[in-house]
């Protein structure tokens, strides 16, 4: 397992246009978040994922971001008609949430982020 | 809602010296847990050390080890014998524990740039 992967690692695409990203979480971790991180900020929590079901959405994730993870998977993060502000990192994290010691809660490990730059 | 507060944008040290990053944060939860994340240049986020807050002993990995006083809301970050490779963004983040009404995820602050001079 070599953790979690994120496709594509950049995007450059005109406003306006869709856009449409995807996070492949470690291997058996049932939760699956994203989040945005401008520069010189710390990353926000968009929404997350506990196989199949969205349990959380951020008032962050207006209705022209959606996000599915089929079968409990790989998850897809799209924007429709991208704007300027769009520009920022996305990145994806997966947790192995109720298989760890923890039992509450369980570390989240990122993958590299897709850059989305809008034109 | 919770804010985690990093009052340090930038922080520089000579190689193995010990630096010591601030984090505070604010919330009326009783439990919750705390980490710690690393983001080196052009890379990505990895965790360095986390707490539970219902843990009075401080979390200790390797060179990394915190400070975590509950009352004053208070997480800082002890890096001993500083290294180049340490060089990074670190990131103070906060959760809340799933309680079956959801949870928000990580709420992170700005960061703290630690440069480690040769």
């Known amino acids: 397992d070599t953790g979690v992967s994120q496709n594509p690692r950049h995007k450059i695409t005109k406003r306006g246009q869709n856009v449409t990203f995807r996070c492949d979480p470690i291997?058996?971790?049932?939760?699956l978040y994203w989040y945005r991180q401008t520069l010189g900020q710390g990353p926000e929590f968009l929404t997350y994922f506990q196989n199949e079901a969205q349990l959380e959405k951020s008032r962050l994730l207006s209705d022209r971001f959606s996000a599915e993870r089929p079968k409990g998977s790989f998850s897809t993060l799209e924007i429709q008609r991208t704007e300027q502000g769009d520009s920022a990192m996305y990145l994806c994290a997966s947790s192995p949430f109720g298989r760890g010691t923890s039992g509450g809660t369980d570390t989240q490990y990122f993958g590299p982020g897709t850059r989305l730059t809008v034109l | 809602a919770q804010t985690v507060t990093q009052s340090q944008p930038e922080m520089s040290v000579q190689e193995a010296e010990t630096v010591t990053l601030s984090c505070t944060y604010d919330t009326s939860e009783s439990n919750y847990y705390l980490f710690w994340y690393k983001q080196p240049p052009s890379r990505q986020m990895i965790l360095v050390i986390r707490?539970?807050?219902?843990?009075?002993q401080n979390a200790t990995e390797n060179r990394f080890s915190v400070n975590f006083q509950k009352a004053a809301k208070s997480f800082s970050l002890k890096i001993s014998d500083s290294q180049l490779g340490d060089t990074a963004m670190y990131f103070c983040a906060f959760m809340k524990p799933y309680s079956g009404g959801g949870a928000d995820g990580l709420t992170f602050g700005k960061g703290t740039h630690l440069i480690i001079q040769p």
């Open positions: 291997s058996e971790h049932n939760r």
């Open positions: 707490q539970e807050a219902y843990k009075q």
